[in-house]
């Protein structure tokens, strides 16, 4: 893993995730330069939401309550809206969806392998750490493809419903005390297979020092989140 991640420090630069309330992009001039270009960022974003909506899928089915299952149908209806209005935009440019995803799939079906659980709420925790991570990260992408972007990042702000999926995961912490130091292994296990697929979405196969320095905030707010989604469950991070 990165020699950042072995620190803690603060960020030199102002380049930062931006919320998914923010209008401006200037906070990411210098990350442009790094990101891969609009047929990868499109293929990888759209093959990414139609794994989420396979794996919630999955969980319906193993879940027994119903309103639990409602939950999950709502997750997985959300993800799947994204892959569509990705794929929409692809269309748009009159390029294949499925050309442009294919490239990816071995790559992203070994990452949803690496993060299913063995167990139903490990598998809920990754779809909810993982997809909110890395909806953050797109969205920090997505500032460096102007109009095409902004359209994407419209669509990853939209209502993820995952919230359901941390209810579901609290409740079983709250029923075992057990699950909370499991869960808790099991979501600090989760990041760096999710940091390496950010990693790997970029577009230079090594990072020099200065492309590590440019990186290296953004990587620092995604690991912030995410801690904060563990907080909310009342997992340690």
């Known amino acids: 893993m990165w020699e950042w991640l072995r620190r803690n420090r603060e960020p030199r630069r102002t380049l930062r995730v931006r919320s998914r309330d923010e209008a401006s992009d200037a906070t990411l001039v210098d990350f442009a330069e790094l990101a891969p270009d609009i047929d990868t960022f499109l293929g990888q974003a759209a093959y990414l939401q139609l794994g989420f909506f396979e794996t919630l899928s999955e969980l319906i089915s193993a879940t027994?309550?119903?309103?639990?299952?409602?939950?999950?149908?709502?997750?997985?209806?959300?993800?799947?809206?994204?892959?569509?209005?990705?794929?929409?935009?692809?269309?748009d440019d009159g390029d294949d969806p499925t050309a442009l995803m294919l490239p990816f799939r071995e790559q992203l079906d070994a990452f949803r392998d690496a993060t299913h659980g063995m167990r139903t709420p490990e598998t809920m925790l990754s779809v909810h750490l993982t997809a909110g991570m890395l909806d953050?990260?797109?969205?920090?992408?997505?500032?460096?493809?102007?109009?095409?972007?902004?359209?994407?990042?419209?669509?990853?702000?939209?209502?993820?419903?995952?919230?359901?999926?941390a209810d579901i995961v609290t409740r079983t912490i709250?029923?075992?005390?057990?699950?909370?130091?499991?869960?808790?292994?099991?979501g600090r296990r989760l990041v760096g297979d999710t940091l390496l697929v950010a990693r790997a979405a970029l577009a230079?196969?090594?990072?020099?020092?200065?492309?590590e320095k440019r990186v290296e905030p953004v990587f620092t707010e995604l690991l912030a989140?995410?801690?904060r989604r563990m907080a909310d469950m009342g997992l340690a991070a």
Do not use: C, M, N
């Open 136 to 165: 953050d990260f797109y969205l920090s992408l997505s500032t460096s493809y102007g109009e095409k972007g902004r359209e994407v990042a419209r669509i990853l702000r939209e209502v993820d419903d995952r919230q359901g999926i």
């Open 204 to 211: 230079p196969v090594r990072l020099d020092e200065s492309d």
């Open 225 to 227: 989140a995410h801690e």
């Open 64 to 91: 027994p309550g119903l309103s639990d299952k409602e939950a999950l149908s709502r997750a997985a209806g959300s993800a799947l809206t994204k892959h569509e209005q990705l794929v929409a935009l692809i269309r």
């Open 174 to 186: 709250e029923s075992d005390p057990e699950w909370a130091s499991l869960l808790s292994l099991w």
